[in-house]
């Protein structure tokens, strides 16, 4: 497996670019975590079905969002995260390492 360098990734994402960390529940058991610059957006393709791996779940809920000034380090914090247990996953969600930016205007949004 072939290792990325921080400088390149960063050389491959625009700097300034407002971007969202998200984690989506799936079917109260998977949790999905992803970036994105347009979070409504995206969470509606989700929930379309129009993403690879959520495609297979019918129960879809956005659980926890955490917004960045760059792609590169939301990309960072992606990859963190996915490095994640289960129960630290959950601990995050529940605020218990920090704060949950996700509000329930993001869900006001998506209905």
């Not at 990325?4 to 990734?9: D, E, I, P």
């Not at 300034?16 to 079917?27: F, G, K, P, Q, R």
């Amino acid at each position: 497996m072939r290792s990325t360098s921080a400088s390149s990734v960063q050389a491959h994402f625009r700097p300034s670019e407002i971007c969202y960390v998200y984690m989506l529940l799936c079917n109260q058991k998977t949790f999905y975590i992803g970036i994105t610059n347009d979070l409504i957006n995206r969470i509606k393709q989700h929930k379309n079905k129009q993403s690879l791996f959520t495609k297979k779940f019918s129960d879809l809920e956005l659980v926890y969002c955490e917004k960045y000034t760059t792609k590169f380090e939301a990309a960072k914090r992606e990859k963190q995260l996915k490095g994640w247990s289960r129960v630290k996953k959950q601990k995050l969600v529940k605020g218990e390492l920090g704060v949950n930016t996700y509000t329930e205007q993001v869900l006001e949004y998506l209905h």
